[in-house]
């Protein structure tokens, strides 16, 4: 009647001659649903990790051009955030890792990889408002606020 496959038991419709009901429902109304919900849940994931990939690519862009400013690129939080970046792409990467990417994303990635490749990591970075060599408002850092747009990327699309 039932047989298994090694992963568990396998209900072939095949071997159930009426629709039986389980919670009000038939087996095949119940796959169907299951079917549709699994590719929501797989295209919800998909945007998710393509909004991932895309915030990221905005905080290496603005790291990127932070690094050609004369204070940031000194800035103990200019370099904390290029680490932060850096972790948090290795984990979309392994999340994406081995999908299909259409052509823009792949383009996206390959410009994070050329803006990792490139980046100058300060040797002594220093806090530059505690040096008083920053002189934007008080709790305004550049590094700090292209990490929270990601952030905000992130917990907008979950």
Known sequence: MWSTNGEGIDFTLAVIPTPYKIRGRNLIQQKERYDTRTSKMNKLLK???INSLRGLSFVFGV???L????VCRECSYFDES????????LSIEKLING????????RILSGI???LAGLNIPDNPKDQKKAE???LPKRVCLPKLALSVYR?????SV
Do not use: G, Q, T
Request: hydrophobic share 30%.
């Open 47 to 49: 945007e998710k990790e």
């Open 63 to 65: 790291l990127l051009y």
């Open 67 to 70: 690094e050609s400013d004369p």
């Open 82 to 89: 290029i680490d932060v970046a850096k972790d948090k792409f």
């Open 99 to 106: 999908k299909n990417l259409s052509e823009e994303m792949r």
């Open 113 to 115: 990889y050329a803006v």
């Open 133 to 135: 060599n920053c002189k």
């Open 152 to 156: 905000r990327i992130n917990s907008a």
